[in-house]
C-alpha cells in the first residue's frame, strides 16, 4: 500500500494481493484516524460480501472468485473499543454479473485507488442487542 496525506484527505493505492479491510484497518491505526468516510475503485479476483438478515440477526455471505472491476466501495472509519474499525459496502461486476454486498474481505487482482476523507472527531461503535449490530453512537 503506498498513500500520502494532506489535510484531512488521504490518498490510497493498494496493490496485488493486498487485502483491503485489513490494510484499511492498519492504516487508521498508522494515522490515528478517529472516523472518516472511504471511498474507491479497482480490481479484484476474491471477494468475501454479506447480506445481513435482520430477522436471524446473522450474514449471509457469498465468496465470489472470478476476475471483476470494483465498481465502487464505499463506507466509514470509526472506533470500537477503542480498535480501527471499518465498514465498508462494494459493487463488483464481472463480464456478465454484478454483485454486492457488505464486505468482509477483499483482495487486489491488479490495483484499487480508494480516498478516504478524514474527520476530527471520535466515532465509537457498540453492540446493539436488539438489531444485532455494531451501532455508531452518537
Not at 465498514?87 to 487486489?108: P, Q
Amino acid at each position: 500500500m503506498e498513500y500520502k496525506v494532506q489535510g484531512n484527505v488521504a490518498i490510497v493505492r493498494m496493490q496485488k494481493g493486498e487485502e483491503v479491510i485489513s490494510s484499511l484497518l492498519a492504516l487508521i491505526d498508522k494515522l490515528d484516524i478517529k472516523s472518516g468516510r472511504v471511498s474507491g475503485i479497482g480490481a479484484t479476483d476474491n471477494v468475501t460480501i454479506g447480506v445481513f438478515n435482520a430477522n436471524t440477526k446473522e450474514y449471509t455471505k457469498n465468496c465470489v472468485r472470478e476476475d471483476m472491476e470494483i465498481l465502487s466501495l464505499s463506507g466509514n472509519l470509526s472506533r470500537m473499543n477503542g480498535k480501527p474499525y471499518a465498514h465498508i459496502h462494494g459493487s463488483f461486476a464481472s463480464l456478465d454479473r454484478v454483485y454486492g454486498g457488505h464486505v468482509n474481505e477483499i483482495y487486489i487482482s491488479a490495483t484499487a485507488e480508494l480516498i478516504i476523507d478524514i474527520f476530527d472527531i471520535i466515532v465509537e461503535r457498540e453492540f446493539d442487542k436488539e438489531t444485532g449490530l455494531n451501532l455508531i453512537k452518537l
